[in-house]
């Protein structure tokens, strides 16, 4: 049977993270955010937020708001 091989290839790539940052800057519908490991990245879909808002960001887009008053655990492996 015939198989595409960039499909193949493409299935063996993880698939896009869903991050927590915080909205640290706003431009337009830009937004400047920081991650907790003190990674920075830039994701648009600011809609109502607000600077030191948390959320959750995938693929440059953000996604929705997170809770704020959760606790925070990171682990590195």
């Known amino acids: 049977m015939a198989r595409n091989l960039y499909s193949a290839f493409l299935e063996l790539l993880p698939a896009k993270p869903l991050q ?6 706003i431009d337009g519908d ?3 955010l ?5 990674g920075v990245l830039t994701a648009r879909g600011v809609g109502q937020r607000v ?3 948390e959320v959750f960001v ?3 887009v953000i996604e929705g708001d997170a809770p704020a008053d959760m606790p925070l655990v990171q682990v590195e492996i």
């Open 58 to 60: 995938r693929d440059g």
């Open 20 to 25: 927590i940052a915080t909205v640290t800057a």
């Open 34 to 38: 920081a991650l907790p490991g003190g």
């Open 51 to 53: 600077i030191g808002a």
């Open 30 to 32: 830009i937004a400047r």
